[in-house]
């Protein structure tokens, strides 16, 4: 079978995507996966472009804000980006891509709208995968796109049951383990440590909180444990200027194995690092910064796994009190122990999901 899988370049959007690509391929099914800078040909799956030449996920926010110059961020913001600049960019390459390729099938992930308007087109069946929570906002893009919120073909959602959003789901939705994907990029050396560990990240799209990630840097490292940063392949780690003996600076890390040798997790929000902090059990402080991050941190405060400092709670010293709390192995860790069972039971991501 012919299977194009189709994402926006963003490491966020493709990199969970990633591993159920290479299942289908290892199951002899011809893969290809449709996306654009920096991915194409950097991939262990053959790629083709996916969206105009240039375009990254940056480019796509500020043209929604040159479009909408009155629309504050927010619901309405993520709507218009996703289902009408996100789609007017990818719908021309991916025609073209599937013209080429004539795949059997489609999947893509849940805000490349785009692979969805071009599969109907074409007459092709169409997965969406789920990257994070389902919510009105989602939904909301794929009715202005002209798509059914409903997805027919099948809805793969990696967010365990007992932390998804209350309220209706598409009725196709099938639960898949959200299993981490990186490049081959070498633990620090130093890990572990034989102390306790903190990992701090803003993830791969920072907002430029660079103040919140000093911020954070330094009231963790004031506890007695070693903590290790990742500023994102694009941050620059002189940005967060002397920091003390105890802290590491990285830029990108392979986060699943990181997971297994840290006691705490403080972070964005994003959830691909949501996720992979409660599949390795860790109690997580939540610091918000954008896109889909409120909803995920407010889901990670409904079901206790951790704890949450949006920017305008952040007076000093809340930041450390929130890491001392978590680090003496209260509720939010065995609340996340038992989340880590629940995802360790969700099928595996296999080609089976997908027919």
């Not at 059990?281 to 796994?305: E, Y």
């Not at 929130?322 to 595996?348: F, H, N, Y």
Request: net charge negative.
């Amino acid at each position: 079978m012919k299977i194009t899988f189709a994402s926006i370049p963003a490491y966020g959007h493709l990199y969970p995507m990633l591993p159920l690509a290479l299942a289908c391929a290892e199951a002899g099914h011809d893969v290809v996966v449709a996306t654009g800078e920096p991915f194409l040909d950097a991939l262990p799956v053959r790629t083709a472009r996916g969206i105009a030449d240039g375009m990254v996920l940056h480019d796509v926010e500020q043209e929604t804000i040159r479009n909408h110059p009155d629309m504050a961020p927010g619901p309405e913001f993520a709507i218009r980006m996703f289902g009408e600049t996100v789609v007017r960019h990818m719908t021309p390459s991916l025609r073209d891509v599937v013209e080429r390729e004539r795949p059997d099938l489609v999947v893509h992930e849940m805000l490349a709208i785009g692979a969805a308007v071009v599969a109907a087109e074409a007459g092709v069946p169409a997965v969406a995968f789920g990257l994070g929570l389902w919510n009105a906002p989602i939904a909301g893009a794929y009715e202005i796109a002209g798509v059914s919120p409903e997805m027919p073909g099948g809805y793969l959602d990696q967010i365990p049951a007992s932390l998804q959003n209350p309220g209706p789901l598409p009725a196709s939705r099938r639960p898949i383990r959200p299993v981490a994907w990186a490049p081959e990029v070498p633990l620090p050396s130093w890990l572990p440590s034989g102390r306790r560990t903190v990992y701090v990240t803003l993830g791969t799209v920072s907002f430029g909180a660079v103040e919140v990630l000093r911020r954070a840097v330094l009231e963790t490292a004031a506890h007695d444990v070693d903590v290790l940063v990742a500023v994102g392949p694009e941050g620059d780690p002189a940005l967060l200027g002397e920091l003390p003996a105890n802290v590491r600076l990285e830029k990108f890390v392979p986060q699943a194995e990181v997971l297994a040798h840290v006691d705490l997790v403080v972070h964005h929000g994003g959830a691909g690092t949501m996720l992979g902090t409660l599949s390795a059990g860790l109690p997580q402080l939540v610091m918000p910064q954008g896109a889909d991050q409120p909803f995920n941190a407010a889901a990670i405060q409904r079901v206790g796994a951790g704890l949450v400092l949006r920017n305008e709670d952040q007076a000093p010293g809340a930041i450390g009190a929130a890491v001392g709390a978590l680090l003496a192995d209260g509720p939010e860790r065995t609340t996340a122990q038992a989340l880590s069972k629940e995802i360790a039971a969700m099928p595996a991501p296999t080609a089976d999901l997908l027919f």
